[in-house]
């Protein structure tokens, strides 16, 4: 009997998984699922600046591969913490007049540790502009991706530099599930149409490369013709901020800053979601990340909401900026709390 109560259990623990998994975490294209936009991902480069600022959505924020040798290469090499699926890449480099930092060619490489590397067959474009391709000819299965620049164009005083303003990773056709708790849900759900951004207080909204309508949507990552048009919110001071809202309903445990432009030392902010847009829950005071720029990620208090706002509560700035906005899920607890409920049961069971 006790037996086929535990087995009653464990099935009802896996059908309100399933069931609270539906509504919750949806499925995404994984085509359109920028990859690099994820809190695990760890990049590196042979040479330059900080490669983690592509973990980010802004091209303010770039990579400057520095000087190379005359004709010389470099890298940009990723490991995603666990096998994801590539098809797609797209950067956007730097032109400026007689600047121009791009690559004229590139490979990618793949490896399994990190150590050996073995070459991916990939068709090289370059639209001319800033704007350049890698796809390749098989998608792969891989934990570490490494993009070679080669030939970097040499330039008065800019010596065979490689600057990316942004990179993008996209998979083959097919669905990513329940978003892996690892990757930015705001970019996914926006491919999905499933995001509007708008503004707490009063601060304003950059929508140059992007729709011209402030504050209306988040634009997705998609691996189209224009790949980087996240905007920058910036003129925020005291008691202002943003709210994201979504379609469904998400298990919100992380969120993503880069900030651009700091606060003034002891600035704080106040992270709140809501169900209902009426209610608000506080799940993250925090006091230091805005002191200084560059990409954060922050844990939240765990909870279930379909929006969440962040306010900045102190601060003498009044020109603090972000480059970037992301939120990470994490998993449903019922079927741990419903399994939970097995184990007298089965404790029961042993002192028959």
Do not use: H
């Not at 805005?290 to 279930?304: N, Q, R, Y």
Request: hydrophobic residues 40%.
């Amino acid at each position: 009997m006790y037996k086929a109560i535990v087995s009653g259990i464990a099935a009802l623990a896996l059908s309100s998984s399933v069931g609270l998994a539906a509504p919750l975490y949806g499925e995404f294209a994984r085509d359109q699922v920028n990859i690099l936009n994820s809190y695990a991902v760890v990049p590196t480069a042979k040479q330059g600046g900080v490669a983690s600022n592509l973990l980010a959505n802004w091209p303010e924020q770039f990579f400057d591969g520095g000087p190379n040798p005359a004709g010389g290469t470099n890298f940009l090499s990723y490991d995603f913490t666990e096998v994801r699926n590539v098809k797609n890449i797209i950067w956007q480099c730097f032109v400026a007049g007689a600047q121009d930092l791009r690559a004229t060619n590139a490979t990618v490489e793949i490896s399994s540790n990190g150590v050996t590397w073995s070459p991916v067959p990939a068709t090289f474009s370059n639209d001319g502009v800033e704007r350049q391709q890698l796809i390749l000819t098989n998608a792969v299965d891989s934990r570490y991706v490494r993009v070679n620049a080669l030939g970097t164009n040499a330039q008065i005083n800019e010596p065979n530099r490689w600057v990316v303003r942004t990179m993008r990773m996209f998979g083959s056709p097919g669905t990513i599930n329940n978003i892996d708790q690892k990757l930015d849900v705001i970019s996914s759900a926006a491919v999905a149409g499933g995001v509007t951004l708008s503004a707490v207080g009063v601060i304003s909204q950059d929508s140059s490369g992007g729709p011209g309508t402030a504050f209306q949507n988040i634009p997705s990552d998609e691996a189209g013709t224009n790949p980087w048009k996240r905007q920058i919110l910036f003129n925020i001071g005291v008691n202002d901020g943003f709210a994201v809202q979504f379609a469904e309903n998400y298990r919100l445990g992380k969120i993503g800053l880069y900030v651009a432009v700091a606060g003034s030392t002891g600035s704080t902010f106040l992270v709140e979601t809501s169900l209902n847009g009426v209610s608000w829950l506080p799940v993250l005071t925090n006091s230091t990340a805005l002191e200084t720029t560059g990409m954060k990620f922050l844990d939240l208090m765990p909870s279930t909401a379909n929006r969440f706002r962040l306010t900045v509560t102190s601060t003498t700035s009044t020109d603090i900026r972000f480059n970037a906005v992301q939120a990470f899920l994490i998993p449903e607890p019922a079927t741990i709390g419903l399994l939970g409920l097995a184990i007298p049961f089965v404790m029961l069971r042993r002192t028959k």
